[in-house]
């Protein structure tokens, strides 16, 4: 088990589990990853009865962690949200181009939160009242590919989806301004008219406006 010190984890304790043979019954290696000892280790023991999955590991800070996929190669890291640190995790893997995939549980219900979850790359989502049936469903569904949540979560999701898509939609950018045209913006700065610009640049009114117009 681990010792409860910070950047530590342990792996010893849970390989009796046992593994099949056949491959495509192989079970998934996971890690578990929370900064509470408790979550770690009552997790740990209430996946030793489940078939399907297989602890490799625990870590409770996101260094150990990192360290923890390097040697243990797990397919999914099981990830307690309620770390302050918790995004630093997903960022930390895809920066290292790690193949790992990352389960989030303990997510709170809330737009916001899922949201930040779907950005960092997270595989799947267990809410914070979710069952252990639920974290196993999510695990299997990271490993084939998928994203799993709930239907509440996913509508968040859409929702938070279609603001961006309204709020980003827009014409395409206007080609750079030309020297002149610059040297003309910075004189409207001024304050100048468009008959003083002309003087001042030696060109005609209707060349002026005509610029004017291209900087709008």
Do not use: W
Not at 154 to 172: C, E, G, I, N, Y
Not at 179 to 208: C, F, H, W, Y
């Amino acid at each position: 088990m681990s010792s409860g010190k910070s950047g530590t984890y342990e792996a010893s304790a849970y390989n009796h589990v046992p593994v099949k043979t056949a491959a495509s019954d192989l079970p998934s290696r996971v890690i578990i990853v929370s900064d509470t000892r408790l979550y770690r280790e009552g997790l740990a023991l209430s996946l030793a009865c489940v078939d399907r999955v297989i602890v490799v590991g625990v870590a409770d800070a996101v260094a150990s962690a990192l360290t923890c996929i390097e040697e243990k190669n797990p397919d999914v890291a099981l990830l307690d949200f309620a770390m302050h640190d918790a995004l630093e995790l997903p960022h930390a893997i895809t920066a290292a181009q790690m193949q790992v995939k990352i389960v989030a549980f303990s997510v709170a219900d809330k737009a916001d939160e899922v949201c930040e979850c779907a950005e960092a790359g997270i595989a799947g989502y267990v809410a914070r009242n979710g069952s252990k049936d639920d974290l196993i469903a999510a695990v299997d569904s990271a490993v084939r590919g998928e994203v799993h949540c709930s239907p509440r979560v996913a509508a968040s999701l859409f929702r938070r989806l279609a603001t961006h898509v309204q709020t980003t939609r827009q014409r395409p950018p206007k080609a750079a301004l030309t020297s002149r045209e610059q040297d003309i913006v910075a004189l409207i700065d001024r304050g100048l008219s468009n008959k003083e610009i002309a003087r001042q640049l030696k060109i005609s009114l209707p060349t002026v406006k005509n610029h004017v117009h291209n900087c709008r």
